[in-house]
């Protein structure tokens, strides 16, 4: 069970749309529906962003998207916000109930 | 509001058994549509899935750790906790507590805020 391969870092200034990679295989993200997203700020605990590839809980914004084709599984940050700068982490299925996490990235708000 | 809270000893000898709980506020343990996960991170790293549990007893571990890891749970406390045995200095990490719905999703909805465990003699 190896992690998910992400960037290591992404950026964008304002107001533009940044996408974030997670890519996996047949055996987690490619084989399930099962891929969240979570937002992770320095010494804080990690925020759930994204689950079942493509649903946003309650009080996420609707410019945060997710999305998957074949092995991978994309996160997308619309209108980008000073906010938005933090780790991010994919995270999947990987089968008989286990999860597997990706190796993050850095999302910078120029 | 649910809340979830780590407690244990922040600092653990090597060879011996790291031993955590997770104490959960504002919603039951044995509520039937949760399950509840420990996560770690390494000081500087990424996050690591390691094992889950549902009210019953039922237990999923990560396949690389699955041999010193035990995770149980107390519903007549509302807790569940986590035991990892024969600890190196890789084990230093934070440790979170979070709960999730359904044997298979990993959609971590609530987390605690993390204990940091050390790993020294």
């Known amino acids: 069970q190896s992690a998910l391969t992400q960037p290591p870092s992404v950026s964008g200034s304002p107001g533009q749309s940044v996408t974030v990679s997670c890519t996996g295989t047949?055996?987690?993200?490619?084989?399930?529906?099962?891929v969240s997203w979570y937002q992770q700020h320095p010494g804080k605990a990690p925020k759930l962003m994204i689950y079942?590839?493509?649903k946003r809980p309650s009080g996420v914004p609707d410019r945060i998207s997710g999305s998957k084709s074949g092995n991978t599984a994309s996160l997308t940050i619309s209108g980008l916000q000073a906010e938005d700068e933090a780790e991010y982490y994919c995270?999947?299925?990987?089968?008989?109930?286990?999860?597997?996490f990706g190796t993050g990235t850095e999302v910078t708000v120029l | 509001q649910l809340q979830l809270q780590e407690s244990g000893p922040g600092l653990v000898k090597p060879s011996e058994t790291l031993s955590l709980t997770c104490t959960i506020s504002?919603?039951?343990?044995?509520?039937?549509?949760?399950?509840w996960g420990w996560i770690r991170q390494s000081p500087g790293k990424g996050l690591e899935w390691i094992g889950s549990?549902?009210?019953?007893?039922?237990?999923y571990y990560n396949p690389s750790l699955k041999s010193r890891v035990t995770v149980s749970v107390d519903t007549s406390k509302n807790q569940f906790s986590l035991k990892l045995s024969s600890v190196t200095a890789a084990d230093t990490a934070v440790y979170y507590c979070?709960?999730?719905?359904?044997?298979?999703?990993?959609?971590?909805?609530?987390w605690g805020q993390g204990t940091l465990v050390t790993v020294s003699s």
């Open positions: 549990i549902y009210y019953s007893g039922s237990t």
């Open positions: 079942d590839v493509d």
């Open positions: 047949s055996s987690d993200v490619g084989g399930y529906k099962y």
């Open positions: 995270c999947s299925h990987a089968g008989t109930s286990t999860y597997v």
């Open positions: 504002g919603d039951s343990i044995s509520s039937s549509a949760y399950y």
């Open positions: 979070a709960r999730h719905s359904g044997a298979g999703r990993p959609n971590f909805d609530y």
